[in-house]
């Protein structure tokens, strides 16, 4: 069955940094577009990011534009967030996500498998 993975997650300070990674399994990684969320309490879970199949198309929301930037390694069936600059807003618990489809989208439910998530903390 297809399972999504994330790890990466932690307590940093503001300003710091972490590389979130998603490890896919069980499907076809190429032919995915890959999307990474985030839900912090209280909130509704908001897109982030999402990376083309071939990693030449990304979107990113207004929020993280310049601090973070996705990516994907086909060999390795993991795509990435690099996550720079963080701000106490930040923190959430970041999940992955795989559409089979070959256009990116910031819709949460244009995704058909989601990941068990990982937490982000950022103490002032």
């Known amino acids: 069955q297809v399972q999504l993975v994330e790890s990466g997650g932690a307590l940093v300070q503001a300003g710091g940094s972490l590389r979130l990674s998603c490890a896919a399994s069980g499907l076809s990684f190429s032919s995915y577009t890959m999307g990474w969320f985030r839900q912090a309490p209280g909130k509704e879970r908001e897109f982030v990011a999402a990376i083309g199949w071939s990693g030449s198309s990304t979107r990113y929301a207004d929020s993280v534009k310049g601090r973070f930037t996705v990516s994907r390694d086909s060999a390795k069936k993991t795509v990435y967030l690099q996550v720079n600059s963080l701000k106490p807003e930040d923190t959430a618990v970041y999940y992955c996500?795989?559409?089979?489809?070959?256009?990116?989208?910031?819709?949460?439910?244009?995704?058909?498998?989601w990941g068990q998530g990982t937490q982000v903390t950022i103490s002032s």
């Open positions: 996500a795989a559409r089979n489809l070959l256009t990116t989208t910031t819709v949460a439910s244009g995704y058909d498998y």
